[in-house]
């Protein structure tokens, strides 16, 4: 009987972990970083001119450009447009059915295993959270059978694609 002996275990352990930590806080700073650059991306598509009705508000007098369906909300009381934020959120769980293994009905015995174990089942990422607590902001997003979509955060996203990709690029070395 062979008997083998490791050590450095728990060094190499801890450089690990050190490691993981490490690229924990990197991720977080890339995605507060690019949760800044969408809600910053919602607030200018919302205050830029817009092209539907126009009518004068009762109160002031003045008069104000209502965005046509399609346009990102125009700016009335900027109640909407001052509430957006972001939240980003490490170790986040998401759930993921399946892992590889060296076993299962597979040619060369590599398989994959539908997990039952909801322990199991996902991994840990750090997330973003954009949006507002603004309770008309989803009907705008959206739309409703009373009013046509005047989405603001989707288009964000997709405008800020390129310099998501670029700031992740940036903060993670990739």
Do not use: C, W
Not at 6 to 21: P, S, V
Not at 120 to 138: C, F, N
Not at 140 to 162: D, Y
């Amino acid at each position: 009987m062979s008997t083998f002996i490791i050590t450095g275990i728990k060094k190499l352990t801890d450089n690990f972990l050190k490691i993981a930590e490490e690229e924990e806080r990197k991720s977080k700073v890339a995605m507060h970083k690019a949760s800044i650059e969408v809600v910053n991306e919602a607030k200018r598509s919302m205050s830029t001119q817009k092209s539907g009705e126009s009518y004068k508000v009762s109160k002031t007098g003045a008069l104000h450009v209502a965005s046509r369906a399609g346009e990102a909300p125009a700016v009335l009381t900027g109640r909407l447009r001052a509430s957006l934020t972001h939240r980003v959120s490490g170790k986040t769980f998401i759930p993921y059915p399946y892992k590889f293994s060296g076993k299962g009905g597979h040619p060369g015995g590599a398989g994959v295993t539908k997990l039952t174990d909801p322990k199991e089942r996902g991994v840990m990422m750090t997330t973003a959270h954009i949006g507002t607590d603004v309770e008309y902001a989803e009907k705008l997003e959206k739309g409703s059978r009373k009013i046509a979509a005047r989405p603001f955060l989707l288009p964000a996203l997709e405008k800020s694609r390129n310099k998501i990709v670029e700031i992740l690029k940036d903060e993670l070395g990739f």
